[in-house]
């Protein structure tokens, strides 16, 4: 009986695979006519026996052949300014040097390849000697030979008295101008502005502390404007318009007495009439001419300084010995 019962339960099995597998092939969805688009989605079919999916083939990989880097075939004796012919940011590939910039806690700085450090500073190495010398060399044609007698430092200074004077800086921001590049200094001699004594007098008052006394040099800073060029144009216009303003007459001017003067002109004062009158008496001087008086020049000097500047021993002193050299007196010793 066992063994009627087993060979029944597997024929059983055999015969239930078959029905399973004549089912699935018939309800496939080969086998289904299409339906309409109208109709509704059929149920799913059930696959006891799933079909086997075509293998998909592998993307193959391409590999790219990156060439060398250029420092590699680059010459000993090649053309540089060909290489780097202008600013640029560094390239590790085009510089062969072995650079480094960094720091790392542990071990030596990093190198040239993929270093930000080398890429965000800037760099010089569009400005060798060679690259200079080809650049003077292609900007003569637009530019005047140097005056052959303007050798010494004084030649200079007459025939081009004023100097202007600004900075530029390497400024490591997301800008490229520092706000200190902008300012202009323009400096000029007083002696060589060519003016009178009331021009030259009145200019000094209006330049105030902009004056080295010293030095004789004019001093006019600019630095209101965003840009160098427009500091520069407001510096010209400042020196313009005080050395035109200098030579301008007021009308209430003429009208000023001795006594309201700023300063004692020894010239228009009235020591100067005594002297002349003095030095001609008795007979009554027809000009006021003083340079034929012997000393005169120590004696103005002495009398502007001691008005001027106030009385103190040195100037005391100095106005002593002018006026004993004035009227030719001099020390007897009666030992």
Not at 64 to 91: C, K, L, Y
Not at 207 to 236: S, V
Request: proline share 8%; charged share 25%.
């Amino acid at each position: 009986m066992l063994l009627l019962r087993r060979k029944f339960k597997a024929n059983l099995t055999q015969d239930l695979s078959k029905v399973s597998k004549l089912f699935a092939i018939s309800y496939s969805p080969t086998n289904i006519p299409e339906a309409n688009s109208n109709e509704p989605e059929q149920f799913r079919v059930l696959e006891l026996y799933p079909q086997k999916k075509a293998k998909q083939e592998k993307r193959k990989t391409r590999k790219i052949n990156v060439p060398s880097p250029r420092t590699t075939e680059m010459s000993i004796d090649q053309d540089w300014p060909s290489v780097w012919p202008g600013a640029r940011t560094f390239h590790p590939a085009s510089v062969p040097l072995p650079l480094r910039q960094g720091y790392q806690e542990k071990g030596a700085p990093p190198n040239k390849y993929a270093n930000a450090e080398l890429m965000k500073i800037p760099n010089f190495l569009h400005l060798t000697p060679p690259a200079i010398q080809r650049h003077c060399e292609a900007l003569k044609q637009f530019c005047t030979k140097w005056p052959t007698t303007l050798e010494a430092e004084e030649e200079c200074t007459k025939y081009f008295p004023i100097e202007i004077i600004t900075s530029d800086y390497c400024y490591s921001s997301p800008t490229i101008r520092d706000p200190l590049a902008r300012i202009v200094s323009l400096q000029v001699k007083l002696s060589s502005l060519c003016l009178d004594t009331h021009a030259k007098d009145k200019l000094l008052r209006l330049l105030g502390n902009k004056y080295n006394p010293e030095t004789d040099i004019i001093t006019i800073t600019a630095d209101r404007c965003p840009t160098k060029k427009q500091n520069l144009e407001y510096a010209w216009y400042l020196l313009t318009a005080v050395y035109h303003e200098s030579w301008r007459v007021e009308s209430w001017e003429a009208e000023k007495s001795i006594a309201d003067m700023e300063y004692f002109d020894w010239d228009t004062s009235q020591s100067r009439t005594s002297l002349v009158t003095l030095y001609t008496w008795p007979i009554p001087p027809t000009d006021y001419d003083y340079e034929r008086v012997p000393h005169v020049a120590e004696y103005k000097i002495a009398v502007s300084d001691l008005i001027n500047n106030g009385e103190d021993s040195y100037s005391i002193d100095k106005y002593k010995e002018a006026v004993k050299n004035l009227l030719n007196l001099k020390c007897v010793n009666k030992s």
